[in-house]
């Protein structure tokens, strides 16, 4: 098995470590992550409620600081930490799954509110195994995308799509997702 060189020009290993090594460690610097965002979310709901600041709003007076002012002092996107305090304020801390913050604030925006309902899409999420970005798409409707190889797609349809698809392509993007009611 040949490695490529490394930058230094020594050869890489020829015995790396498995690839279950890399997936062990990330998931556990992901979940340190997480949990160092629920606190953040912690910090900044104690803040707003201790200021008495409604986030977005302009403050009270001129010494009144604000949520956005507190995220640059921590070098943060002021979003960024709305978005954990609002995941803190909704979910109950029993409720902190070990999917990322990520998945729980999709959940959480796509819940019209409701614990229940975001609890539902965060399992839906966990049975079928998807990351953040297939999530958000799952959300958007769209239920699968992907590459079909068209030589046999075409076979197998036997010309059905040939008014969509030119013979000449080798490859297609399929989109399937949920059809409005006027379409």
């Excluded at 910090?43 to 403050?59: K, M, S, V």
């Excluded at 970005?133 to 699968?144: E, H, P, T, V």
Aim: glycine residues 4%; charged residues 25%.
């Amino acid at each position: 098995m040949s490695h490529p060189a490394t930058e230094q020009g020594e050869a890489a290993p020829i015995n790396p470590r498995p690839y279950e090594y890399f997936v062990d460690r990330g998931v556990k610097l992901r979940t340190f992550r997480d949990n160092a965002a629920w606190e953040l979310g912690r910090l900044a709901a104690e803040f707003t409620e201790e200021y008495d600041i409604t986030p977005g709003r302009p403050p009270k007076d001129d010494q009144t600081p604000t949520l956005s002012a507190l995220a640059h002092d921590l070098d943060m996107r002021p979003e960024s930490l709305g978005q954990f305090r609002l995941c803190h304020l909704f979910y109950p801390e029993d409720q902190h799954t070990d999917q990322s913050l990520a998945h729980h604030d999709l959940a959480r925006r796509n819940s019209d509110g409701d614990l229940e309902n975001a609890l539902e899409l965060l399992d839906i999420a966990k049975q079928q195994h998807m990351s953040a970005a297939n999530f958000r798409q799952y959300l958007k409707g769209d239920y699968w995308s992907g590459v079909i190889d068209c030589k046999n797609w075409l076979q197998m349809m036997q010309g059905v799509f040939s008014a969509f698809v030119p013979f000449s392509a080798a490859r297609v993007r399929i989109t399937f997702s949920r059809v409005s009611e006027d379409e």
